[in-house]
């Protein structure tokens, strides 16, 4: 979570020195030059500060200490007042001049944007080599950076050979008579060609099956769309123009049709001046169920993460604080905090047994020693669990979230944004066997979490997006100790939030989140705060305002080449981490609560819209730290029962009404 690092990297810097109030300053106004400027990713500019007394003077007997505002992870400043650009987005610098014999400090500012690197490429999709005389065919063209951050330049194309093949708006390529012809794409210093032959058009007719069907919203329809010549033979590389109307929903290139709102829908598909028709029927939902509080379990300090052990009898629950607490389970009506595990930490983010239960760790930030790391537990007692180790030697800067996967530790490393990876199955000697990182500068690096299921790990890297890791699996001969890259999800981060901006003004704080896999899908949530929290947006976390966020469906089923496929945005809310139980998904949508998501069948298009959420609990309480205010961290799901962790009032236990026990 990222409020943790906030806040401990502004409790971390140094806090300027009392000056008496009899102190005058001498300094009358601060100066930053630049004020505004723009720098691409990996490259810097170096800010300075000048003081000037009240006759305009400047002077040069001053102590100067910058500050990082904003953006966080988007770049750094040193103490020189050098700053690296590290990912795209809004830097805001602040400056603290003083004079040098004391007296009262003076502020200025500083707005650094980080633009992309010139772009590099520009992926065309599909990368089509022949068309048929008279087909058209809508291609998307995207220019991206050598970092694959995503450009946004005018693609501007030409054709050798305009009768051939010509291109519309869209981009539509329209083929004419046969022939060849290269097509040309630019975009800033980008080149892309394609060489296209235009071959005669054999088709006849062309049928679309199923002719009708029915659905409800968020169901998938599989359109199969068959082209055939004059003797009644399939042209099976037929590419048909796919339309849909009323437009509450989608089709795709390859035939799969899904409403958002119920009604009756045309679908037609047309190739070469021949066009067929069906028609779909789509009726509600109906995934609504109510929701029963089971029990409660207040407690006075900020709540963070909550961890059931493999018994399903007791539960452990961390805090944005020094200490975690044990909870009996037994009557899930009444929680009782059986004993405590208190570390030197300001927050202690996570926290995870291994599969059996005997051993676990916690993560630690902000410890007065700057000592952080990992504390390892153990849970033999399961009621009161006892540290027996701890890690630090490599991640004494701090660990914000880990995974216990067969003997292995994998956990996030906050100086470096690197994932560590430590031996755990000597408990009481834990040791690093392995390091991996992205390529990217550590000055916009930063992992924030990892999960590991058959093998892969797949790491959310917050400027990097979805990272997947051969860390056993075999599909790269991966292992533990030799983490292997199988494949990246990168996506447009800022061009998603604009709207981020227009809420709380320029800039705003996001990355990739978390992930979780199941079955064919990676459903990957986004973190997003306004860099400007308003005092009218209400809830959210304090200092940083109301989330945002997009739930992203990953279609993993090609490793090589994960692809988006559908999503989810709360409105009230933004996604924070998620469990994924059989067809069910839960979540914490910090002030929006728990939300329930029905993602059984196929996934495509907008969950939300199509009415696939189930259940909604509102976790804010009259007697929480901060009372009324929902701040759902997240949940987890056994036999049932569903516990959902409130940074701002404890451990809520909550049941569907009506729904049938699913078993992870």
């Given at each position: ?27 009358a ?16 500019v ?31 400043i040193?103490?020189?007042g ?26 200025a ?11 590099a ?17 809508s291609?998307?063209?995207?220019p ?45 210093r ?16 062309v ?10 919203t968020g ?8 082209a ?53 029927e ?7 169920r ?17 961890w ?16 975690i ?18 570390v ?69 490393d ?6 560590r ?6 408990p ?45 699996n075999g ?10 890259l ?10 998603l939030?604009?709207?981020v ?29 306004s ?52 067809d069910?998904?839960y ?71 009506g ?6």
């Amino acid at each position: 979570m990222l409020v943790l690092l906030s806040l401990v990297a502004l409790a971390q810097q140094p806090a300027a020195p009392p000056v008496p109030m009899s102190v005058q300053s001498p300094i009358a106004r601060v100066a930053v030059e630049p004020v505004e400027a723009a720098v691409q990713v990996g490259d810097t500019v170096r800010l300075r500060a000048v003081a000037y007394d009240s006759a305009g003077k400047k002077l040069d007997a001053v102590r100067v200490r910058w500050f990082q505002t904003g953006g966080r992870f988007e770049g750094s400043i040193d103490t020189t007042g050098l700053v690296t650009g590290g990912s795209t987005g809004t830097l805001t610098f602040s400056v603290a001049v003083s004079p040098a014999a004391g007296g009262r400090a003076r502020a200025a500012f500083s707005r650094i944007t980080v633009v992309p690197q010139p772009a590099a490429r520009i992926a065309i999709e599909p990368a089509v080599s022949r068309l048929y005389a008279g087909q058209s065919l809508s291609v998307s063209a995207i220019p991206y950076a050598a970092n694959a951050d995503r450009r946004y330049d005018d693609v501007a194309w030409t054709s050798d050979q305009p009768a051939v093949v010509s291109v519309a708006a869209g981009p539509r390529l329209v083929a004419g008579r046969p022939g060849r012809a290269t097509l040309t794409a630019r975009a800033g210093r980008a080149t892309e060609r394609l060489t296209i032959t235009v071959v005669p058009n054999p088709v006849t007719r062309v049928s679309l099956e199923p002719a009708t069907a029915s659905a409800r919203t968020g169901d998938v329809v599989s359109f199969r769309f068959t082209a055939r010549d004059a003797s009644g033979r399939a042209v099976a590389d037929a590419t048909p123009d796919w339309l849909m109307s009323p437009g509450h929903g989608e089709i795709g290139p390859d035939g799969a049709f899904v409403a958002a709102v119920p009604g009756t829908y045309r679908v037609a598909a047309s190739f070469g001046g021949r066009t067929a028709e069906a028609s779909v029927e789509v009726k509600p939902r109906d995934a609504r169920r109510p929701l029963t509080l089971v029990g409660r379990l207040p407690i006075r300090l900020e709540a963070a993460e909550f961890w059931l052990h493999p018994d399903g009898r007791h539960g452990y629950l961390t805090t944005i604080g020094d200490r975690i607490y044990a909870i009996d389970l037994s009557n899930r009506g009444a929680p009782v905090i059986t004993d405590s595990v208190v570390v030197d930490a300001r927050a202690v983010n996570d926290l995870m047994t291994t599969e059996d239960g005997k051993f676990g760790v916690l993560t630690r930030e902000g410890a007065s020693t700057r000592k952080n790391g990992i504390v390892v537990l153990s849970f033999e007692d399961p009621a009161h669990p006892k540290p027996i180790a701890e890690f630090t030697e490599t991640v004494t800067g701090g660990v914000h979230s880990t995974y216990v996967y067969r003997g292995y530790v994998y956990l996030t490393d906050d100086a470096t944004g690197s994932m560590r990876v430590i031996d755990l199955r000597d408990p009481y000697h834990p040791s690093q066997v392995a390091r991996w990182e992205t390529p990217r500068s550590e000055a916009g690096r930063m992992l924030h979490d990892i999960a590991v299921t058959d093998g892969l790990a797949y790491l959310s890297y917050w400027n990097d997006g979805l990272v997947i890791l051969d860390v056993g699996n075999g599909v790269k001969g991966g292992s533990p100790e030799k983490p292997v890259l199988v494949s990246q999800y990168k996506y447009d981060l800022n061009g998603l939030y604009r709207d981020v901006e227009a809420v709380g003004g320029p800039g705003f704080i996001r990355g990739t989140h978390t992930a979780w896999r199941a079955g064919r899908y990676v459903f990957v949530g986004d973190e997003v705060f306004s860099a400007r929290p308003r005092p009218t947006d209400g809830g959210g976390v304090v200092g940083l305002g109301r989330a945002f966020g997009r739930l992203h469906v990953i279609d993993v089923s090609n490793l090589a080449a994960p692809r988006e496929v559908a999503w989810y945005e709360p409105k009230d809310g933004g996604s924070h981490n998620v469990w994924v139980a059989g067809d069910t998904l839960y979540m914490g949508d910090y002030q929006g609560g728990l939300r329930v998501l029905d993602i059984s069948g196929e996934l495509r298009g907008d969950l939300l819209a199509q009415g696939r959420e189930i259940a909604h609990a509102v976790t804010g309480d009259t007697k929480g730290s901060v009372p009324n205010s929902p701040n759902a961290w997240g949940a987890i799901y056994r036999d049932g029962y569903i516990y959902v962790p409130d940074m701002n009032s404890g451990l809520w236990i909550v049941k569907v009404d009506g729904a049938p026990a699913v078993t992870p």
